[in-house]
């Protein structure tokens, strides 16, 4: 049982897994030359972006990144973000100059590949509870001023 257990996924180990689920992967690189992998959610473009190489001849990562952001207009709130964030383990809010953005973190060592998928799957129901969450926090705060 242990022998089956991942040590790193690669960038084709996640689009299989997403194209497993629909959805759609397409491998890029971004400005400064960093691999992603890029996909969407309901219409959302999200990024999928590898992190620590455990073996750089496979290009295989131990871990990897979910991260979807949205342009800011106006200015926003950082109490609304903190409290999603105290209430949610896995994906976290954070502004970045124009943007807000909603990450989450995955190991990818020494689980299965199963585990990949359930990732994804979460990493698609947070997604809709974030907007949600932020049309009613954000609306009610907008309300309130």
Same mark, same amino acid.
């Given at each position: 049982?242990?022998?089956?257990?991942?040590?790193?996924?690669?960038?084709?180990?996640?689009?299989?897994?997403?194209?497993?689920?629909?959805?759609?992967?397409?491998?890029?690189?971004?400005?400064?030359?960093?691999?992603?992998?890029?996909?969407?959610?309901?219409?959302?473009?999200?990024?999928?972006?590898?992190?620590?190489?455990?073996?750089?001849?496979?290009?295989?990562?131990?871990?990897?990144?979910? /991260?979807?952001?949205?342009?800011?207009?106006?200015?926003?709130?950082?109490?609304?973000?903190? *409290?999603? /964030?105290?209430?949610?383990?896995?994906?976290?809010?954070?502004?970045?100059?124009?943007?807000?953005?909603?990450?989450?973190? /995955?190991?990818?060592?020494?689980?299965?590949?199963? *585990?990949?998928?359930?990732?994804?799957?979460?990493?698609?129901?947070?997604?809709?509870?974030?907007?949600?969450?932020?049309?009613?926090?954000?609306?009610?705060?907008?309300?309130?001023?």
């Amino acid at each position: 049982m242990l022998d089956n257990l991942l040590r790193g996924v690669t960038l084709a180990d996640l689009e299989a897994a997403l194209e497993r689920l629909g959805l759609p992967a397409t491998q890029d690189l971004t400005p400064a030359g960093a691999p992603v992998l890029r996909s969407a959610i309901g219409g959302l473009t999200f990024n999928i972006r590898p992190g620590a190489q455990v073996d750089p001849e496979a290009a295989r990562y131990g871990d990897y990144n979910f /991260n979807l952001m949205f342009q800011v207009r106006d200015s926003f709130d950082p109490a609304i973000l903190n *409290q999603w /964030n105290r209430h949610k383990r896995f994906a976290r809010f954070s502004l970045r100059d124009d943007f807000l953005v909603l990450e989450m973190d /995955n190991l990818s060592v020494g689980i299965s590949g199963d *585990q990949i998928l359930a990732s994804l799957e979460l990493w698609g129901r947070l997604v809709v509870e974030a907007l949600n969450f932020l049309r009613t926090a954000h609306g009610a705060d907008a309300g309130h001023s």
